[in-house]
């Protein structure tokens, strides 16, 4: 009999993927865990039903969640990411040889644990010597840590669960708080089809808190509506200033110095969200 994984991505609409094996089925403290291997995708992280990251295109948002503020801040030492514990973006995070301080905050062991059995490709930079895994809560992390980071970034799932508060108005000042004078803040802010709302008030919210927004573009073919957005909240340094000449070849499949500006240049419909 077929096995089919399906997503409802939202109330009306649905993804499905037919699945070869199902390598990984548990419940968390904090969600259910599920890795399916497929034909079309490779191997498939679900939590809660829903796709958090595949081999065919993790790249994308794993580049560029982590190249774009890291690239944009001239001398990154050290760097905080929240969530992301399929280790896509630490692999990402680890290439920039300046950085001498990783921490990294899941609040899911099992997730971890799962990235290491299954996904040898996303999370082979937990073993870099400069990554410090923290087994917790990244909303409470950042209340706890002042004027600590350089650059944090924030690899959340959907605003469901564990995940609601890394989305509100206080974690974001918590944020700001956790960065030193000079540093900046990368979150993924979800569709711009199907999450119009929810960019424009993070948006409105990031621009109450500092200096320099700006929204990006990515493109997830497996994420819903295919358009991904991500959020730079940055106390000093613009991406759009960034001499990208001079930006080093960091070996990456999508982010490219040349593309370092080009993906904040936003269709009109994507722009009247952020109110530019
Ligand atoms: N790229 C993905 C996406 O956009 O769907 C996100 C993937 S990554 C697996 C998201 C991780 O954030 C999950 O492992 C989840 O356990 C973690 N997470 C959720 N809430 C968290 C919190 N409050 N603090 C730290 N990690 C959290």
New binding site residues.
């Given amino acids: 009999m077929e096995l089919w994984f399906t997503e409802d991505q939202t109330r009306d609409v649905r993804i499905s993927c037919r699945v070869k094996k199902v390598l990984f089925s548990g419940r968390s403290q ?2 259910e865990v599920a890795v399916y291997d497929t034909d079309e995708y490779g191997r498939l ?1 679900a ?1 809660d039903n ?4 595949n081999i065919w295109d993790e790249f994308i ?1 794993h580049e560029s969640l982590t190249h774009v503020g890291l690239n944009t801040h001239p001398n990154p030492k050290k760097v905080l990411l ?5 280790g896509g973006s630490v692999r990402e995070i680890v290439k920039h040889k300046e950085i001498e301080k990783i921490v990294h ?4 062991q099992m ?1 971890i644990d799962v990235a290491k059995e299954f996904f040898p490709e996303l999370s082979s930079g937990f073993s870099d010597p400069r990554v410090e895994i923290i087994v ?4 409470k992390h950042v209340q706890e840590n002042k004027n600590t980071y350089d650059v944090i970034m924030v ?4 605003p469901i ?3 609601v ?2 989305y509100g108005d206080e974690f974001y000042r918590n944020v700001a708080g956790a960065l030193k004078e000079d540093g900046l803040l990368v979150a ?1 802010t979800e569709s711009p089809f199907f999450n119009r709302d929810l960019i424009s008030r993070v948006n409105a919210t990031m621009k109450n808190i500092f200096p320099v927004v700006r929204m990006f573009l990515g493109i997830v073919p497996t ?1 819903p509506g295919g358009a991904w957005t991500f959020t730079v909240g940055s106390k000093k340094y613009d991406p759009l200033e960034v001499e990208t000449d001079k930006l080093p070849d960091l070996n990456t499949k999508w982010y490219s110095p040349q593309m370092h500006r080009s993906v904040f240049t936003l269709p009109p419909i994507f722009r009247e969200l952020v109110k530019e």
Avoid at 82 to 86: A, E
Avoid at 136 to 139: K, P
């Fill in positions: 904090f969600q992280l939590l829903i796709i958090q990251t948002y929240i969530g992301g514990g399929d905050v899941e609040i899911d997730v917790d809560d990244g909303i690899d959340s799932p959907d669960g564990p995940a508060g890394l993924q994420y």
